[in-house]
């Protein structure tokens, strides 16, 4: 054979070996712990897309393997750490549902209340249907695990997005107050007076302008009798509303 052939075929024996060598085993086709050894590794070295594909593969080669919660809690980890907060919330779910009992179900709920934390917008003039459902959450953690970790902390977000549901509920008070919607104003103020009582500035504020519109409505009701504009107070008298409105400016 010519010594240029020869060196041809050299190399492409080594380029064919480099390849294969160097070809990755689908987790399909490694044992349990191979693949499981593999997650741990792709988890380490922080390839989250790859976790959460590999992850899905483990599960659909070994159904019933004793690695699985690792397995499902490292993809629900990976979702979280990468930022994609409502994969990860179904992720922790799923663990929780199926691994009820298992050592890590506190810091599993933990983590779903602050997925649905991290999701909610701080601004009190968007709106607030995440920190609600992370309060939920929260007081979830805290309620059931009283011992767990992260309880400081979730007890701190319940403060910080009780305080930010209420002044939420205030920005809509004002907003249908600046434009004389007195009715709708009224309904605000007295749900920040009913749910967030412990906030003494909203709740100054709340008891004053809910009095006023109390006060607003009579009027309108003394001179348009026979008016349906504020169908809420169907059927009452203007008195009554002015005494509504004396007993609300009472509260202490």
Known sequence: MPIQKLYVSILSFFFLFTVVSCRTVPISEQSQEEGITRIRDEFEDKNWSDVVSN?????AR??????LPEAELMQANAYYLSGKYPEA????EDFAR???IDKNVSFVQYRIANSNDLQASEEID???VSARKAIIKYSFYVKNYPNAEYIPEATERIKVLTRRLAEHE???ARFYWRKDLYSAALNRYLEILTKFPQYDDLKLEAKERAAVCYEEMADFLEENPDSDQYAVIKNVKPN???QKAKEILSIK
């Open 55 to 59: 992850v899905d593969e483990y599960k």
């Open 62 to 67: 070994y159904p019933y393997s004793k690695n």
């Open 89 to 92: 919330i179904a992720a922790y």
């Open 98 to 100: 199926r691994n009820p």
């Open 126 to 128: 968007r709106e607030q």
């Open 170 to 172: 205030m920005f809509i």
């Open 240 to 242: 009554d509303l002015r």
